[in-house]
């Protein structure tokens, strides 16, 4: 049986293990420590008291790790969290308080304010497609309705042919398509209570003889599975930068119309490869159907109203996608509309080999509303060696200077440079190197219920051999990565680190 086998958490700072921001916090608490020791020599010893405590907190700051990461990258986090609260930034309040009402506008807080919609029809002329392009970023964001089938009941072969096949489609995600423009992709998998019941239904639509008791028992299980039924949607959303398409936009005209030709032309091909996977597709969201993702994710109460819509009504309108009011509560909870949510951050993956099922119990042992979000960003082939040879190079420093300064190598350093060694290999190779994120949004009616649902979460993670860790102070940005089909929460690449 095929098993993976995750690289560690990089520990490598830039001199034997530590950043730069530890390193100037541990030096600034030496500096304190040799005041304090010339002030006591003077006979200030309130003055030499402070700065030996000072000095103690910066050295105890700059050597720490707090919940998987180091304590000085908490700092930013902190103060803008701070910095937030202060300018009363910490809460939204959207739907009938926006300030622009237009049709077109798609209104959500945060770092995914900014979208808006562009007209878009599918091959067919009939079907519209919803295209969101951000302003700002300069960017387009599409979701495919995604189904697959049943994997842990597959033969082995089987399940090995599909994951090849999926590799073939990050593959081909990462090189034909990060050349045409794609720069992020996401795959995002949530589970809602099936308020339709649509086992039920199926049921009555498609029975020939109501009178059986073949009929009869099955209405009753059906009826009695209605309060605890849920429903799996996945969706893969693309995000392609209309810098590297603005010539082929020109040639079509430059218009809202001219990016649509341009981007569903991509999107066409993206669905064809996914099908070819072996993954039954839905088409891509219409503006109503992807305002109703949206707008049920933000209200969690509004789920059935919308599920029960049909026809030329289905969905929500596409401006009131987003929600009506959203605030930070605290440090590690999001408040919007009729939920609550908590959003955490898959730090450290399984360090031991793992089958290709071992995520499975993340979608079937646990239940309630959550989202699990993979975020993913291909990284360029030049830069993706450029970073690999740069951490081979860093990593055979280290070695030299731990060798001079007769210091112990650990087992986890060696397992960090054998994952340097098999990224190599698998480059040569020709797989695409990926910039990734894991997060697991968990949405509930109130806080008791979401606290509940975030233990059986972490336990299932933990069982899992994954390392989870609450978004403190980022929760708000959590949400729209997590719980949203809109592919955010990556870091923009900075000059050859990858």
């Not at 830039?14 to 002030?39: D, E, H, K, P, R």
């Not at 119990?361 to 450029?386: D, H, K, N, S």
């Given at each position: 049986m095929t098993h993976f086998q995750f690289p560690p958490r990089s520990t490598r700072g830039s001199v034997l293990g530590f950043s730069w921001g530890q390193i100037g916090t541990a030096v600034a608490g030496v500096i304190c420590l040799v005041i304090a020791a010339n002030l006591l020599t003077v006979g200030r010893q309130d003055a030499a008291g402070g700065m030996l405590l000072l000095s103690l907190l910066l050295i105890t700051v700059g050597l720490l790790r707090l919940r998987g990461r180091r304590v000085t990258e908490w700092t930013p986090i902190v103060v803008g969290a701070l910095v937030q609260r202060a300018a009363r930034q910490d809460r939204y309040r959207g739907g009938a308080?926006?300030?622009?009402?237009?049709?077109?506008?798609?209104?959500?807080?945060g770092p995914a304010a900014g979208y808006r919609w562009v007209p878009a029809l599918a091959a067919d002329g009939l079907t519209e497609v919803g295209l969101l392009h951000h302003r700002r970023e300069g960017t387009v964001t599409a979701a495919l309705i995604c189904a697959g089938s049943n994997l842990v009941l597959a033969d082995t072969s089987v399940q090995q042919q599909r994951l090849a096949s999926w590799a073939d489609v990050l593959n081909l995600l990462g090189t034909e398509y990060a050349d045409s423009g794609l720069v992020r992709w996401s795959l995002t998998a949530r589970a809602v209570p099936d308020t339709g019941n649509r086992a039920q239904r199926y049921l009555v639509q498609r029975a020939v003889d109501t009178s059986s008791p073949a009929y009869e028992s099955l209405a009753e299980l059906t009826a009695a599975a209605a309060p605890s039924t849920q429903r799996h949607e996945v969706y893969l959303a693309v995000v392609f930068d209309l810098k590297r398409l603005s010539a082929e936009i020109a040639d079509a005209g430059?218009?809202?119309?001219?990016?649509?030709?341009?981007?569903?032309?991509?999107?066409?091909?993206?669905?064809?490869?996914?099908?070819?996977?072996?993954?039954?597709?839905?088409?891509?969201?219409?503006?109503?159907?992807?305002?109703?993702?949206?707008?049920?994710?933000?209200?969690?109460?509004?789920?059935?109203?919308?599920?029960?819509?049909?026809?030329?009504?289905?969905?929500?309108?596409?401006?009131?996608?987003?929600?009506?009011?959203?605030?930070?509560?605290?440090?590690?909870?999001?408040?919007?509309?009729?939920?609550?949510?908590?959003?955490?951050?898959?730090?450290?993956?399984?360090?031991?080999?793992?089958?290709?099922?071992?995520?499975?119990?993340?979608?079937?042992?646990?239940?309630?509303?959550?989202?699990?979000?993979?975020?993913?960003?291909?990284?360029?082939?030049?830069?993706?060696?450029?970073?690999?040879?740069?951490?081979?190079?860093?990593?055979?420093?280290?070695?030299?200077?731990?060798?001079?300064?007769?210091?112990?190598?650990?087992?986890?350093?060696?397992?960090?440079?054998?994952?340097?060694?098999?990224?190599?290999?698998?480059?040569?190779?020709?797989?695409?190197?990926?910039?990734?994120?894991?997060?697991?949004?968990?949405?509930?009616?109130?806080?008791?219920?979401?606290?509940?649902?975030?233990r059986a979460i972490k336990r299932v993670l933990g069982r899992t051999g994954c390392q989870a860790v609450v978004l403190y102070g980022e929760q708000d940005q959590g949400f729209v990565a997590g719980a949203l089909p809109l592919a955010r929460g990556l870091k923009s690449i900075r000059g050859w680190a990858a």
């Amino acid at each position: 049986m095929t098993h993976f086998q995750f690289p560690p958490r990089s520990t490598r700072g830039s001199v034997l293990g530590f950043s730069w921001g530890q390193i100037g916090t541990a030096v600034a608490g030496v500096i304190c420590l040799v005041i304090a020791a010339n002030l006591l020599t003077v006979g200030r010893q309130d003055a030499a008291g402070g700065m030996l405590l000072l000095s103690l907190l910066l050295i105890t700051v700059g050597l720490l790790r707090l919940r998987g990461r180091r304590v000085t990258e908490w700092t930013p986090i902190v103060v803008g969290a701070l910095v937030q609260r202060a300018a009363r930034q910490d809460r939204y309040r959207g739907g009938a308080f926006a300030a622009s009402p237009g049709a077109e506008h798609l209104h959500l807080p945060g770092p995914a304010a900014g979208y808006r919609w562009v007209p878009a029809l599918a091959a067919d002329g009939l079907t519209e497609v919803g295209l969101l392009h951000h302003r700002r970023e300069g960017t387009v964001t599409a979701a495919l309705i995604c189904a697959g089938s049943n994997l842990v009941l597959a033969d082995t072969s089987v399940q090995q042919q599909r994951l090849a096949s999926w590799a073939d489609v990050l593959n081909l995600l990462g090189t034909e398509y990060a050349d045409s423009g794609l720069v992020r992709w996401s795959l995002t998998a949530r589970a809602v209570p099936d308020t339709g019941n649509r086992a039920q239904r199926y049921l009555v639509q498609r029975a020939v003889d109501t009178s059986s008791p073949a009929y009869e028992s099955l209405a009753e299980l059906t009826a009695a599975a209605a309060p605890s039924t849920q429903r799996h949607e996945v969706y893969l959303a693309v995000v392609f930068d209309l810098k590297r398409l603005s010539a082929e936009i020109a040639d079509a005209g430059g218009t809202d119309a001219a990016i649509a030709t341009v981007i569903l032309d991509k999107l066409a091909g993206i669905d064809a490869s996914v099908r070819e996977s072996g993954v039954d597709t839905g088409g891509w969201l219409t503006p109503r159907g992807y305002a109703a993702v949206l707008r049920t994710q933000f209200d969690p109460q509004d789920q059935p109203h919308v599920d029960m819509r049909a026809g030329t009504q289905a969905g929500v309108a596409p401006h009131m996608g987003g929600p009506v009011a959203a605030e930070n509560i605290g440090w590690s909870s999001y408040r919007h509309d009729s939920g609550v949510s908590q959003t955490l951050w898959v730090y450290e993956m399984p360090r031991q080999p793992v089958a290709m099922t071992w995520i499975t119990a993340l979608y079937t042992r646990t239940v309630g509303r959550r989202a699990v979000t993979v975020v993913a960003e291909p990284v360029p082939a030049q830069l993706a060696q450029l970073a690999t040879r740069r951490d081979k190079v860093a990593r055979a420093g280290d070695e030299v200077t731990k060798r001079k300064m007769r210091l112990v190598r650990t087992a986890r350093e060696d397992e960090e440079a054998r994952s340097v060694e098999q990224v190599d290999r698998e480059q040569a190779a020709g797989h695409v190197r990926y910039r990734y994120s894991i997060l697991v949004t968990v949405t509930a009616d109130s806080e008791e219920q979401l606290r509940h649902d975030v233990r059986a979460i972490k336990r299932v993670l933990g069982r899992t051999g994954c390392q989870a860790v609450v978004l403190y102070g980022e929760q708000d940005q959590g949400f729209v990565a997590g719980a949203l089909p809109l592919a955010r929460g990556l870091k923009s690449i900075r000059g050859w680190a990858a």
